[in-house]
Structures are given as structure tokens and as C-alpha cells.
T-cell receptor, first 113, second 112 residues
Framework: DAGVTQSPTHLIKTRGQHVTLRCSPI?????VSWYQQVLGQGPQFIFQ???????GRGNFPDRFSARQFPNYSSELNVNALLLGDSALYLC????????????FGEGSWLTVV | DAKTTQPPSMDCAEGRAANLPCNHS???????VYWYRQIHSQGPQYIIH???NNETNEMASLIITEDRKSSTLILPHATLRDTAVYYC?????????????FGKGTKLTVNP
């Protein structure tokens, strides 16, 4: 079975531009979360979506938004890109239930110049 | 903030057991202990998790103390490919939240 898949794997954007990152969860998983990992730090939680509804939001500005589609895939959108948005963006998926396992994709590397 | 404390780095000889400690003294009764690892430039890889009892799978063993205030991840026969940053995470199964709070982890280096 395919794991969590993310696209694109690498991209370069200019300050002020907009970016859309995409994620397909593991088949059967209805929950998708997004994380940002800047160089040298652990991943930081941005959003969680379950059944197309936002279940959690981290401490990120309103420039960051996300949505989940009926097939449970998800998009992360970042507007008005700043140099500090350069990071590895990770998507994770899981089934529901206490003690469930959360699986991560390989991430999308975003460089803002 | 992360609810766990881990040593910043550890070394291990190839073929020997790697024992990675984690302190989580404020853990609550319904919180699980999860371990992930991250090899440079890749997404975090799930290793193992547990609530109270010790757990073992094909990758590792997780030993949780009786008071649940600390745990140890054991890689029984470390290889060079086990060199990675290992994260210990405490997570509460609350309201469907899937949030994981990562700390700085332990950088494990396996030496030939």
C-alpha cells in the first residue's frame, strides 16, 4: 500500500508569492495534519483536518490555510510568502482512535528567495 | 512545549544495542509515549508507541517505567542506517486531536 504522498517534493518561490502544497493520505485514513520543520528544529504542528473539518490549529499566522477534500486529500496554502517560510512541510495521516499511529510523508521542501 | 526531555546526542557502536532514554515526568494517565526518528531530509518515521506495558515490534522495543515517568527505546542491533534524530513524544488521545509536539530529539550516531 502507498504511504502518505506529498507534492511537489521541492519548489522555489519568491517573497510575496503564494504556494499550494498537496497531500494524499494513506488509504482509509480520514485525518490529515500539516507540520512545518525549519532547519535544525523539530516539526511544528500547523493544522489538522478530519472529515473535511478543522480539528486543530497551531500558532501560525492567517497567511496559512488548509482544506480537506471528500477523498480525504488535503492542500496547504501559504499566502504572501516570507523568507522565514522556507522549510520542510510535512503531511501526516492517521486513522482515528486512542493510541493510533500517525504516519508522515517525505515532505515538500519550500525555499523562498 | 514538548513534555519530554532527551539527551541531545548519543553514540553507539554498530551491532551493539542502542538505548535511548526519555524523561516525561509530567505524563498523565491517558497519555501515550510515541517514538519517531528522522533521517536527514526525510519525513519522520514511526517506530513504536505504548501506554503502560512494554512494547516490541520488528524495529525496536519500548520499555516504560512502572511510574511512567520515563522510558527507553532499544534498538537491539544498531546499524549505520539507524543514524538519525530520535524523537520521544507524549500524546494525549483527546477529542480526536492528532497534534504531536516534537522536542529537539536525540541525535544518534552509529559508528562502524
Amino acid at each position: 500500500d502507498a504511504g502518505v504522498t506529498q507534492s511537489p517534493t521541492h519548489l522555489i518561490k519568491t517573497r510575496g508569492q503564494h504556494v499550494t502544497l498537496r497531500c494524499s493520505p494513506i488509504s482509509g485514513h480520514k485525518s490529515v495534519s500539516w507540520y512545518q520543520q525549519v532547519l535544525g528544529q523539530g516539526p511544528q504542528f500547523i493544522f489538522q483536518y478530519y472529515e473535511k473539518e478543522e480539528r486543530g490549529r497551531g500558532n501560525f499566522p492567517d497567511r496559512f490555510s488548509a482544506r480537506q477534500f471528500p477523498n480525504y486529500s488535503s492542500e496547504l496554502n501559504v499566502n504572501a510568502l516570507l523568507l522565514g517560510d522556507s522549510a520542510l512541510y510535512l503531511c501526516a495521516s492517521s486513522s482515528t482512535g486512542a493510541g493510533n499511529t500517525i504516519y508522515f510523508g517525505e515532505g515538500s521542501w519550500l525555499t523562498v528567495v | 512545549d514538548a513534555k519530554t526531555t532527551q539527551p541531545p546526542s548519543m553514540d553507539c557502536a554498530e551491532g551493539r544495542a542502542a538505548n535511548l532514554p526519555c524523561n516525561h515526568s509530567t505524563i498523565s494517565g491517558n497519555e501515550y509515549v510515541y517514538w519517531y526518528r528522522q533521517i536527514h531530509s526525510q519525513g519522520p518515521q514511526y517506530i513504536i508507541h505504548g501506554l503502560k506495558n512494554n512494547e516490541t515490534n520488528e524495529m525496536a522495543s519500548l520499555i516504560i517505567t512502572e511510574d511512567r515517568k520515563s522510558s527507553t527505546l532499544i534498538l537491539p542491533h544498531a546499524t549505520l542506517r539507524d543514524t538519525a534524530v530520535y524523537y520521544c513524544i507524549v500524546r494525549a488521545p483527546q477529542g480526536g486531536s492528532e497534534k504531536l509536539v516534537f522536542g529537539k530529539g536525540t541525535k544518534l550516531t552509529v559508528n562502524p
